[in-house]
């Protein structure tokens, strides 16, 4: 019974096979391959910086004790190996081409096993696609917490799976497989059309979702990945460029390129401050306020070394060491000169994979403190780390930008800009016109010659005691009188004025950092952040 | 047949492969003298070993050389051991255990051997003295990461120091859980012995675990008159007791600061714990004094503890809302004296405190008072200033000699880093103490000798299978302790016990002899101590 309703459908299907051909013209494409290349184009250069981002956050190395951590976890063995594959994405098209080699494989062996027929072959590109889809809802989330050995870890297993399954059919039922770089003979251009028609919509469904709900993600991991090679270039740039996207991540990295390159008081309201909401999520499930991703190099480049290394070792406590904070640590252990916990550090880093670079480079400076201090990015920190100590407790916000407000004291006119900028950044008045005085007899820069113009209300005549700013004077009163009709309800309209007034500190001062929140690209509502 | 044979070629071939990687463990027929001695991680030089301590394991740090020879040699027998150059020397643990048995009281001298481009080199020799008594066998410490204020995994681990078996006594969540996430702490032995076991856990499943007899049961050390609930612990020696301090602690990070971070009380009292009756009942209780790390002498007799006056830092003026941020701005003066009460077992009675050392008339602080087990020293860590000397490069180990009243610090066993958290052997000759001096960051567990005239010798970091975990391990070792046999528990049963129970609430019943002296209003005791002789306020009690 079972032989005879086997063979009755196969002659049509044969029929068909041999009719193919004749239908077939020469529109008939290699849909595999073309997938193929798809998912390596989208996995490499539209999310290879996500994913670069994501080894940056993750940890691997040869030696299961260092990774003991890890293996120790329900599926660690998987955690382990999904982070070993995550390391070829040092380099983002050699990462993507493993990454879209999976993919591709992983739906020709489901097209095998579900022995799925030409109509229905664009189910088998439905897992793959599921996959991307999935990876792009998450967003920040594939890397936030650490989980970072799920991005290859699900793919592999998918796959080891699906080539046991397919194993077994081929032993027991030696069924041809459909060719893999080919076209399949069974195929019709209908077929062939429907498959393309499946995986271009859906791709673009995913990049649409991408672009339109999860727009910073890219730009975050863009810009974190920048900050670690030190363009700063790039990063102003970049956040000049997605100036009315705002979040905190991005807010530091741009802050910080200001700082490295002595901007910080001329440029640094050029993007909006109002901070809409991410979607990310700490450990516990709840939503997060992203911090994790910008306090210790916040703290690191604003000059606060220990807090620093304090915002390593309690994201270390809480995901187990990364790539990200054993670098920073051994930066800061160097600034400290802690030459064997510097030498600790590099001792695991040497161990992983790819980060030879970052080990020889660092490693001289051990027990070189002139090295240290001769490097271009460590000199500029040095320039604002504190005089004094006092507690983390004392330590006003912003913490991206770092600046201590209890500190009247610094070591160099970058410290004291950074302090005036930070005043002006938090809207505390007081405190900036309590760091003014070794700048007076002098020409500000603009943010704080916008900063001196609009204490002078409360503070008459203090504007006397510097030069060039009667020339800003027009432009304050004009934004004033401009203004005046929208200062009743701000927040409602901050953003339609943001483009207008970009990078001017009285609209700032009025408009910015209330709370406003674009209403379009987030689903989300505002953070529940004040000024920070 | 043909793949039977393909294995054991393939295994034949490995075996020869894996082999020929390692040099061969025999000390090279030629080689040059150098006129210095080999650096060695970790420190083994010159040190005095207990005859049951695992196999020392070293790397030889030498950049140049491709191959490692290190022959190690008594009165009678010798261990040659072999390595390349990113390996370690490992000893065999057979040759190694026969080595030290019969070398004990004895020296050992290490010969090593560097191959390197031009031939192979011998260093100058160094020596390990082999002690005649062995050390406890167990050492229990919590791993966690140095320095943080949130917590997710950790644990309380046991290691035998005679092999390099560690297993653990309790972990918490591996995976996080928000919802069971807790922290665990302050694990402590009745005299040596895992009969009697304490340890606290916090947040989700809180409260106190006791373990006797192989049981484990939870208390709450609850009451309006307590601070908190029990800190640190002490199993009285022969009643059913513990001594335990409560502590409203709060911890701050410098900015710019040599010392990372600061750990401060801003109120302390002392505990008395009847495990049998399960009652509580208040040691010290003082309003305007900061009582803390109580520990029995021996006999049962004596309850030493710290104790700093915190009233004379304090403006009046300020409210008591703001008490914790008035002692963080004079962190650095807040000092702790060595205080000693004494104890009637069958009455269950205190007697009067009395100033044993009093540091903060030299500008110093007492923290961590151990009496050794013959009861002729009292081991503490004195440091400038404060009580978590964990966190204090100025911490060093001293002794207080009972017999003569001498105070003087173990100058052999101490760093210029934090030399604080320690535990003596039950045999009064070797103690174990948490050191940061081999990064600055990660306190690592030192043995040190502590021979009959009171003097300590050189220490040393426990062994490890791979002595470069030591660097690998982004852990501290918190809390050593010292215990003759292995806890009698299994983790199954304390998770049991921690997950599965609320925990029993202890009753508070006041001792009439407790020292309470509080600002303004009536303890549950009429007594105060005496006038100048007492750590606790000068202030007179209602």
Known sequence: MSKKSFKQPQKPAQQKVAAAPQKRGKRLLPVLPIFFLLTWLWAAWYYGSVFYISREYSLWSADTRIMGFILCQPYGILRYIGRAMLLLY??????????????????????????LKATWRPVQYLPALLYMAIVTWYGLDIF?????????????????????????????SRKPAPAFIGIPKDETPRQN?????????????????????????RVICKLLDMEYRQDWAGIQKLARAHATMSNRPMACSYAISLVQTGQVSERLFEIRMDYDSLYIHGMDGHHNNASSLYVPEGNYFGGFIQSSQHACMEQMVMTGPTI??????????????????????????????????????????VRRLDLVNADKEMAMIRLTEPLHDSFENQYQQPLFMGYNLMLVEGRSQNALLNSLVVCLYTKLMPQFIERLEPLAGSTPPSIIMDGILLAENKHPGIAQ?????????????????????????????????????????????????????????????????GVN | MRYTLLYIYIIAASTLLLSGCKPKAEVPAQFAEADTEAAIYPDYKDIVVPPNIAPLNFLVKDSIATAFVARLHGSKSEIIAASSANDAIRMDSTQWRALLTENKGGDISVDIYAKRPDGWVHFKPHKISVAEEPIDAFLSYRLIEPGYELYRQLGIYQRNLTTFEEVPVYENNREYNDGENHCVNCHNYRMGSTESMVFHVRSNHGGTIIVQDGKAHKIQLKDSTIITSGVYPSWHPTENLLAFSTNKTGQAFHLYHPEKLEVMDEKSDLLLYDVTKNEVSHIIRTSDDLETFPCWSPDGRTLYYCS??????????????????????????????????????KTRSFG???????????????????????????????????????????SDLWVKDLQSGDCYPLTEANSPDVDSFHSWSSNSRWFVFSSRRMDGNYTRPFIAYFDKDGKAHKPFVIP???????????????????????????????????????????VYKPNPTAIVVLDGMTGASPRKPADGTTGASPKKPE
């Open chain 1, 90 to 115: 040092k380099y983002p098209w050699l990462g993507g081409l493993l990454m879209a080699a999976m993919l591709t494989a992983g739906s020709w062996l489901v097209g095998y096993c579900m022995r």
């Open chain 1, 144 to 172: 936030f917490e650490a989980r970072t050995g799920f991005i290859f870890g699900i793919p592999f297993v998918a796959l080891v799976v699906l080539c046991i399954w397919s194993i077994m059919i081929r032993s027991f």
């Open chain 2, 352 to 394: 009067q405190p009395r100033m044993e050392v009093n540091a903060a008339a030299e500008s110093k602080s007492i923290a961590v008072p151990r009496v050794s087990p013959d009861g002729r020293y009292v081991l503490y860590t004195r440091g400038d200033y404060g009580q978590f000397h964990i966190w204090h490069k100025s």
């Open chain 2, 464 to 506: 490890q299978e791979d002595p470069e975990w030591n660097i690998l391990l982004l852990k501290s070792y918190n809390v050593p302790e010292l215990s003759r046999d292995a806890v009698r528990i299994s983790e199954k049963d304390l998770r049991q016990c921690i997950y599965e129970t609320e925990g029993e609430n202890a």
């Open chain 1, 324 to 365: 990200r904070l054993l670098k920073l640590s051994t930066k800061c252990a160097l600034m400290n000169q802690e030459w064997e916990l510097a030498e600790k550090y590099l001792t695991i880093l040497r161990k992983v994979p790819f980060e030879g670079a970052f080990c020889e480079k660092y490693g001289k400076m």
């Open chain 1, 465 to 529: 005691n510097f030069n060039g700013l009667n020339f800003r004077q027009p432009q304050l009163q004009a934004f004033i009188q401009n203004t005046q009709p929208y200062m009743s309800d701000r927040p409602a309209h901050a953003y339609e004025l943001f483009p207008k007034y970009k990078g001017y500190y009285p609209y700032y001062y009025f408009f910015g950092n209330l709370k406003a929140t674009r209403k379009g690209y987030t689903s989300l509502s505002s953070s529940s952040s």
């Open chain 2, 308 to 345: 700093a006056k915190r009233n004379y830092l304090l403006d009046p003026t300020v409210p008591d809302t703001l008490i914790t941020q008035q002692l963080l701005l004079k962190f650095d003066s807040l000092r702790y004296n060595l205080m000693s009460i004494p104890f009637d077992p």
């Open chain 1, 193 to 217: 059309g429907l498959q393309l028609l499946v995986i271009v919509v859906a791709m673009a469904a995913i990049i649409g979702f991408d672009l339109w709900q999860r727009p910073y993600v």
